[in-house]
């Protein structure tokens, strides 16, 4: 079956330790994209991509790197420049921007700052 | 700009009673507009999309949407309310800024909805 796969579901950090969440799809799609979720804030948009070799930064993007180096995966670091990175992450795919199509999610990871 | 606002954060419904979470949006050019659900430490699901066809939006579950422009406004609704529609719902627009294809998501701050017994 198609789908994003988010690894791993809970991450734990050190204090100026980078960590690396991985966000793989077989949907085929173009475009992807990295969330932040906070309670109460909905979700921020950290980096996006909408081909091979190219991102852009979102809303809050200071502290986090990107790659996209393959259409199917979109992995995002998390850098001790982060201050706060104890939240939700959520990856997601769509078809090229355009299409008003629905973005589909991964089932996310947790990461908490230890 | 656009913007996404969901006006309860929190909605408690006896089970079997009709449920309604409220969503408006501002957009400069006609946008797509989408409801998500999240259950506890999942991802997020397509409920339903209104894409400029039909206004009344039918979704999984036995939910719907009416796309409103005159008074900018995508509610979600249910007739009757059942235990597993406890969760968090997110209302979200997409909208194309330019006519270079560069578009954006933009999500409301979410709803919880609560199932009373």
């Known amino acids: 079956d198609g789908g994003i796969t988010q690894s791993p579901k809970y991450l734990f950090r050190k204090e100026g330790q980078n960590v690396t969440l991985s966000c793989e799809q077989n949907l085929n799609h173009d475009a992807m994209y990295w969330y932040r979720q906070d309670p109460g804030q909905g979700l921020r948009l950290i980096y996006y991509s909408q081909i091979v070799n190219d991102f852009q930064k979102g809303d809050i993007a200071e502290g986090y790197s990107v790659s996209r180096e393959k259409k199917e995966s979109f992995p995002l670091t998390v850098t001790s420049a982060q201050k706060n990175p104890t939240a939700f992450y959520l990856c997601?795919?769509?078809?090229?921007?355009?299409?008003?199509?629905?973005?589909?999610f991964g089932q996310g990871t947790r990461l908490t700052v230890v | 700009a656009q913007s996404v606002t969901q006006l309860d954060s929190h909605v408690s419904v006896s089970e079997g009673t009709p449920v309604l979470l409220r969503c408006n949006y501002s957009?400069?050019?006609?946008?797509?507009l989408f409801w998500y659900v999240q259950h506890p430490n999942k991802g997020l699901q397509l409920l339903l999309k209104?894409?400029?066809?039909?206004?009344l939006v039918k979704g999984i579950n036995g939910f719907e949407a009416e796309f409103k422009k005159s008074e900018t406004s995508f509610h979600l609704t249910k007739p009757s309310a059942h235990m597993s529609d406890a969760a968090e719902y997110f209302c979200?627009?997409?909208?194309?800024?330019?006519?270079?294809?560069?578009?954006?998501?933009?999500f409301g701050t979410g709803t919880r909805l609560t199932i009373i017994p």
């Open positions: 209104y894409t400029s066809a039909a206004t």
């Open positions: 957009s400069s050019y006609s946008p797509s």
């Open positions: 997601a795919s769509s078809l090229p921007q355009g299409t008003y199509t629905e973005a589909f």
């Open positions: 979200v627009v997409r909208q194309l800024l330019s006519n270079f294809g560069n578009e954006k998501l933009t």
